[in-house]
């Protein structure tokens, strides 16, 4: 259903673009990462009328956009932190009209690793 890809490896203060395509139409869709020994944490998300909500530590970092053409959710992150390193996946959502809770996500990708090094 969703195919995450634009992981890797920068070093800090770099830029990384992800990207995540879903195989058939969805609503909101969103990023969550995981990093080694911690649980999952949402990162950004963004609804189908492009309404976004990020997480206060990516603020003013990172940008979600998405194109509904080709239900593709891309998210531009920029001056990356060794805190950013972690396993980045895409979910997807059939919740309209807001920016759902992490449980409300139906869909979800199998990650993308980004380690960014110090």
């Known amino acids: 259903q969703l195919q995450a890809s634009g992981g890797g490896l920068v070093q800090a203060g770099g830029s990384l673009r992800l990207s995540c395509a879903a195989s058939?139409?969805?609503?909101?869709m969103g990023w969550f990462r995981q990093a080694p020994g911690k649980e999952r944490e949402f990162v950004a998300a963004?609804?189908?009328?492009?309404?976004?909500s990020y997480a206060d530590s990516v603020k003013g970092r990172f940008s979600i956009s998405r194109d509904n053409a080709k239900n593709t959710v891309h998210l531009q992150m920029n001056s990356l932190k060794p805190e950013d390193t972690a396993v980045y996946h895409c979910?997807?959502?059939?919740?309209?009209?807001?920016?759902?809770?992490?449980?409300?996500?139906?869909?979800w990708g199998q990650g993308t690793q980004v380690t960014v090094s110090s």
């Open positions: 979910a997807a959502s059939r919740v309209l009209g807001v920016v759902p809770a992490e449980g409300l996500y139906n869909y």
């Open positions: 963004i609804t189908s009328s492009s309404r976004t």
């Open positions: 058939g139409r969805v609503n909101a």
